[in-house]
């Protein structure tokens, strides 16, 4: 997992808000050394950390990133994702998991406002673990986005247009990442064609 800016959004809350490292340590639970590593960007906070800090930040008025969930049993398409979100226009913070059942988990942790979900995971496919979370979640649904390899099988299609989800093919470029999170910021369909 990673948090592309969590060490900038570490100091906007320490900058808005007149909190010391230690003041904010305090606040979190968690030790001075850890709100300064996080800050210099040496190591990011866990979900449930991270949901304390878009917390904070949200009620001294500072705009969070948007929380991206990537979901994929390919280690490789999570560091792809981790990588173009990290270098998108739009800020944005990305976590990603190569277990579905942890995105059941971090979904709620984190409340992220996009799921980038693979089709074909070993145990639960992309599809089921989708169901899943708008079980747990509700209106609080964010936007979904399958991704998936066969994006040309008719089954996958079928599945795909069903749910009323987005569905990109493998391999997708950083302007599919890019269209996607304005999409989130701006409530338009995104262009990922």
């Given amino acids: 997992m990673a948090t592309a800016a969590a060490h900038g959004l570490v100091s906007a809350i320490r900058e808005t808000g007149g909190y010391s490292q230690e003041a904010l340590a305090r606040e979190l639970g968690v030790s001075f ?4 590593a996080w800050e210099r960007g040496r190591s990011h906070p866990r979900p449930s950390h991270m949901k304390s800090l878009r917390s904070m930040a949200k009620s001294l008025g500072i705009r969070t990133d948007i929380m991206v969930l990537a979901i994929d049993d390919d280690p490789v398409t999570c560091a792809l ?3 173009m979100v990290a270098g998108a226009a739009t800020p944005a913070s990305v976590h990603t998991t190569t277990d579905p059942f942890d995105a059941l988990i971090l979904s709620g942790a984190l409340d992220p406002d996009l799921l980038l979900i693979d089709v ?14 708008e079980e747990i979640r509700g209106e ?10 066969a994006s040309d099988d008719p089954e996958i299609i079928r599945r795909a247009e069903e749910s009323g989800h987005l569905m990109i093919g493998k391999p997708f470029g950083q302007d599919a990442i890019e269209s996607l999170l304005a999409s989130v910021t701006t409530g338009a369909e995104p262009r990922v064609g």
Wanted: aromatic share 6%; glycine share 6%; no cysteine.
């Fill in 140 to 149: 609080r649904m964010p936007r979904v986005v399958f991704m998936t390899a």
């Fill in 33 to 36: 050394a850890t709100v300064n």
């Fill in 120 to 133: 074909m995971m070993p145990v639960i496919d992309g599809f089921d673990l989708a169901e899943r979370l």
């Fill in 81 to 83: 994702v981790e990588g």
